[in-house]
């Protein structure tokens, strides 16, 4: 009876349509196709915006710089490095647009890469790290001038370096107004490079009027750091010195104190209009106190090695009383 009921249940139950043939096959190609589609879209999305081909394109031209220009740093560091940069962009790949960012890292890389001071020390190197991760990821963060802003910077740099060497000039009226000049007109050309660039954070932001008149205000506070500068640079020579001067315009005493006194008005815009992350920070105070224990260290050694160098001078003079000493004994004997 079971089995009768069980027959009859599979004889209601309707049998299974039959596949066409070679439908199988073609579910695989339209899913072939849709996911070729899907992935040749995707492709062309990220090389539109500047994707991984100009990413690897950046890297390969700020490893070029490095080499051209080589830190002493070890292999090991130097991948760090360019890690570090390679992490700063890619945490910002929906930043728009992506691609002038890129272009504008590649552009200012090599003239910040051959301006920094490189040493062998591990923690000067942390410093730079820091910084380049600082000024890359404000560079994919920040926005950025357009050609107006681009215009009024180039106007406050020059109306800016124009007080500075009017002021110079005034301080120091026996320095040659073509030197001056001749060293304002270089560092406003290495300013408008960077507005061009603005790899540099402080080329990306306009200041204010107020901004503007303290830092004129600043510079006049520096007149006595000037003093010392031009000190160090041979101020107050004779005129037989003066006339033994170098002929060249960058080896000149008047062309180094307005470089010199120039690079201390761009501080002054630094901390004016920017405050630092604090992993920069952080590595800034490690590497001062770093620093601070060489010297320190180099300060032991020295006196160790003076203490020894006195240890040493009076063993030879008591060797050579104990060797007299001997001598005349020996001869006082029959």
């Known amino acids: ?75 090991a560091w130097q991948e760090e490095y360019v890690h570090t940069i390679c992490q700063a962009v890619t945490g910002h790949q929906d930043a ?10 590649r552009d200012g890389f090599g003239p910040y890469w051959d301006g920094l001071r490189k040493s062998g020390h591990r923690s000067l190197f942390e410093v730079h790290q820091a910084e380049i991760r600082w000024y890359v990821e404000s560079l994919m963060s920040a926005e950025l001038p357009g050609d107006e802003e681009r215009q009024k910077l180039r106007e406050q740099y020059r109306n800016l370096l124009e007080h500075a060497a009017g002021a ?25 490079r960077h507005i061009e660039a603005p790899l540099l954070p402080v080329f990306q932001h306009l200041f204010s009027e107020q901004q503007a008149d303290q830092l004129k205000e600043r510079w006049h506070n520096l007149r006595y750091a000037r003093v010392d500068l031009w000190r160090q640079l041979g101020g107050g020579a004779t005129s037989a010195a003066k006339e033994m001067e170098a002929p060249s315009g960058a080896a000149h005493s008047d062309y180094l104190l307005t470089q010199r006194s120039l690079d201390q008005l761009r501080g002054q815009i630094w901390s004016l ?18 620093q601070k224990q060489r010297m320190q260290s180099q300060a032991e050694a020295r006196d160790q090695e003076m203490r020894l160098g006195v240890a040493v001078w009076q063993t030879e003079y008591l060797s050579f009383l104990l060797t007299a000493l001997l001598e005349t004994a020996q001869e006082q004997e029959p």
């Not at 069980?6 to 004889?11: A, D, G, L």
């Not at 728009?96 to 890292?105: E, G, M, W």
Request: proline fraction near 9%; hydrophobic fraction near 50%; glycine fraction near 4%.
């Open 1 to 75: 009876m079971m089995a009768r009921r069980t027959k009859v249940f599979q004889r209601r139950d309707p049998a299974p349509r039959a596949r066409p043939a070679g439908f199988a096959l073609i579910e695989l190609l339209a899913f072939v196709a849709i996911s070729t589609l899907r992935i040749s879209t995707a492709a062309g999305a990220v090389e539109s915006s500047g994707g991984p081909s100009a990413l690897e394109g950046t890297l390969a031209a700020i490893r070029a710089s490095m080499a051209q220009s080589p830190a002493p740093w070890p292999q």
């Open 96 to 105: 728009s647009p992506y691609a002038v960012r890129l272009q504008i890292l």
């Open 168 to 192: 110079l000039i005034t301080q120091f009226p026996f320095l040659d107004p073509n030197r001056v000049q001749a060293a304002k007109a270089e560092h406003l050309a290495e300013c408008y």
């Open 273 to 290: 209009i920017l405050a630092p992350p604090h992993y920069y920070r952080e590595a800034v105070a490690k590497q001062m106190a770093a």
